[in-house]
Each structure stands twice: as C-alpha cells, then as structure tokens.
T-cell receptor, first 111, second 113 residues
Framework: AQSVTQLGSHVSVSEGALVLLRCNYS??????LFWYVQYPNQGLQLLLK??????LVKGINGFEAEFKKSETSFHLTKPSAHMSDAAEYFC?????????FGPGTRLSVLP | NAGVTQTPKFRVLKTGQSMTLLCAQD?????MYWYRQDPGMGLRLIHY???????AKGEVPDGYNVSRLKKQNFLLGLESAAPSQTSVYFC????????????FGEGSRLTVL
C-alpha cells in the first residue's frame, strides 16, 4: 500500500526566506508524485509533478521539488517566500487511478 | 472556462436526511473522483469512476453512493446523513491515469446536525 507523510502540519517562514516543505512516501513500485496547493475556500491546484523524467521538477510560482529515491522523499522548496504563498500544501503519490494524499502542511508567511 | 463545478457549495442537513452532490466537468475527462477533506487527514477517496456507467469504492465508501450516468456528471449521494459525514467534499476529474493532473472543484461544505 502506498502512503505519504508530511513532516510538520504547520510551517512559518518570514517573507523572503527559504520555504522547505517535507514529503516522504512509501510505495512498492516506482511512484508518480505530486504537490498540490489549496488556498482558503478553494479546491486543490497542481503545483508540480514527477513522472519518472528529470528528478528535479520545476512548478508554478517559483516552486520546485526533487525526487530522491534513496530517501523516498519529494520535498518542496522555494528560494524566497512571498505573502501570496500562504496556503495549505499537499503531497500525493499515485500508481494507478488512486491518489494517496498526505495530511497537508499549512504554510504561513510572516511579514 | 468552468472546468469542474460542484453544487451545492454549502448545505446543512439534519441526521437521517438525504441529499445529492452534483459534480459536472466540461473537459471530457474519463476519470472522476469524490474525496472528503477533514482537518489533519488530507483528502480521502470515497468513490471513483473510470468511465460512464462505471463506479468503484475508494478508501471510505460507507454511507455514500455514486452514479455516473453521463460522462460529464458524477453524483454523490448520502441516503441517511450522520454527523460523521460533516466534511468538505471535493470532486476531481482526470484525463489520464497515473500521470494525469487531477482538476478539482471548489468544494461542497456539508454540515450534519
């Protein structure tokens, strides 16, 4: 069975600081990995995805993530946080039609 | 460019009442999903459909039923609502299995008293 863990249910960073949101997965087969963002009172939007091509994946709004098979990780980073990045972020793994989502990390950006 | 539309967006029910959530997509995608979102638990799959006329159970199907009579619509029904079904429900559509992006609706907030 596949599963996803996200370390830290809430992360706070200062505006302009590095954003690092952690995601670890377990999967018995090579996974496809995704990061989604959810702004208040909205549905989830795709930030980026890994589908077995380049291990460093670039997404929208300056975010990127690196797939590390040896560490079973897919951490999300952004060099410089902006106030508009405040949202909840979900990591997800899939192999087949069923996505498995992590519990989410709420990102706060402090002025 | 509507994408995925859910109705209603808010609903309050009393225990034992029934209701149906409607999801409509205009992207001609084969795969559709119903999730529920609860604090600290991420999204959990209720039911899904891989095409018109087909449905399957997800992780938490008990107390829910679904139908996909038309490709563009995926209905989620609660026959006898319970307080444990208080949640935010999201519908999603996907064009390609595995690597395809999930397109989400804006959610339906359901409260069962």
């Amino acid at each position: 069975a596949q599963s996803v863990t996200q370390l830290g249910s809430h992360v706070s960073v200062s505006e302009g600081a590095l954003v690092l949101l952690r995601c670890n997965y377990s999967s018995s087969v090579p996974p496809y990995l995704f990061w989604y963002v959810q702004y208040p009172n909205q549905g989830l939007q795709l930030l980026l995805k890994y589908t077995s091509a380049a291990t460093l994946v670039k997404g929208i709004n300056g975010f990127e993530a690196e797939f590390k098979k040896s560490e079973t990780s897919f951490h999300l980073t952004k060099p410089s946080a902006h106030m508009s990045d405040a949202a909840e972020y979900f990591c997800a793994v899939t192999h087949g039609q069923n996505f498995v989502f992590g519990p989410g990390t709420r990102l706060s950006v402090l002025p | 460019n509507a994408g995925v539309t859910q109705t209603p967006k808010f609903r309050v029910l009393k225990t034992g009442q029934s209701m149906t959530l409607l999801c409509a997509q205009d992207m001609n995608h084969e795969y559709m999903y119903w999730y529920r979102q609860d604090p600290g638990m991420g999204l959990r799959l209720i039911h899904y459909s891989v095409g018109e006329g087909t449905t399957a159970k997800g992780e938490v199907p008990d107390g829910y039923n679904v139908s996909r009579l038309k490709k563009q619509n995926f209905l989620l029904g609660l026959e006898s609502a319970a307080p444990s079904q208080t949640s935010v429900y999201f519908c999603a559509a996907q064009g390609r299995m595995n690597t395809g992006e999930l397109f989400f609706g804006e959610g339906s907030r359901l409260t069962v008293l």
